[in-house]
């Protein structure tokens, strides 16, 4: 199965900083990357995904990298505000499997 | 309509009631799923219907019983739970299985097992 690893478990920046968050993968055959932001209390909602074809792709102030040498994939938030603040989860799926695998999440605090 | 509707929102149940959780989307998708989430960890698998029909059950106790009435429906019947059930559980759809395409998840049902 796939071993799913995000990092980090928490980041905390200060409004207007940029943040990342990695999330690394093992399964070669992976072809499709997405992330999904959960705010405190409510469902997790697919904000940005990439597939194996595309190397970027931004929407905003969010974009979602892809190297697929290295098996890792990041989620970039720039100009950060206190409305981002929530986790984040990688769910990257293999083409073998149409269930993906969550990574562990990663707590964004924006202070304001 | 592009939503998954989960009831109900909120749920406290004894451990030798019987009670059924809700799922309903419109949005053709042909693939729904049952997830649970404790507090801080990703949601954990429980169940996959795909057109209809089950096909994964993640070792699942038989105490949580899954039914799939047609495409747009999904149910949880939940009989003789225990407390660590306590948990979010979420509904979530997608297009089809196989494809690259992201979920649609459910606001959720909060589940409290006294």
Same mark, same amino acid.
């Given at each position: ?5 995000? &990092?980090? !478990?928490?980041? !905390?920046?200060? $409004? ?39 190397? $970027? ?14 098996? &890792?994939?990041?989620? &970039? ?5 206190? $409305? ?9 799926? !293999? ?11 990663? !707590?964004?605090?924006? &202070?304001? | ?114």
């Amino acid at each position: 199965g796939e071993n799913v690893e995000q &990092h980090p !478990s928490t980041l !905390s920046v200060q $409004e207007g900083d940029s943040a990342v968050i990695k999330c690394t993968y093992s399964d070669s055959a992976s072809n499709y990357f997405p992330w999904y932001k959960q705010e405190l209390g409510k469902r997790p909602q697919l904000i940005i995904d990439i597939r194996s074809n595309v190397g $970027e792709k931004k929407d905003q102030r969010i974009a979602v990298t892809l190297n697929k040498t290295a098996k &890792h994939f990041s989620l &970039h938030i720039t100009e950060t505000q206190p $409305e981002d603040s929530a986790v984040y989860f990688c769910g990257p799926r !293999s083409g073998g499997s149409y269930i993906p695998t969550f990574g562990r999440g990663t !707590s964004l605090i924006v &202070h304001p | 309509d592009t939503e998954v509707t989960q009831t109900p929102k909120h749920l406290v149940m004894g451990m030798t009631n019987k009670k059924s959780l809700k799922c309903e989307q419109h949005m053709g998708h042909r693939a729904m799923y049952w997830y649970k989430q404790k507090a801080k960890k990703p949601p954990e698998l429980m169940f996959v219907y795909s057109y209809e029909k089950l096909s994964i059950n993640e070792s699942v106790p038989s105490r949580f019983s899954p039914e799939c009435p047609n495409s747009s429906l999904l149910n949880l019947h939940l009989h003789a739970l225990q407390p660590e059930d306590s948990a979010l559980y979420l509904c979530a759809s997608s297009q089809d299985k196989g494809l690259d395409y992201g979920y649609t998840f459910g606001s959720g049902t909060r589940l409290t097992v006294v």
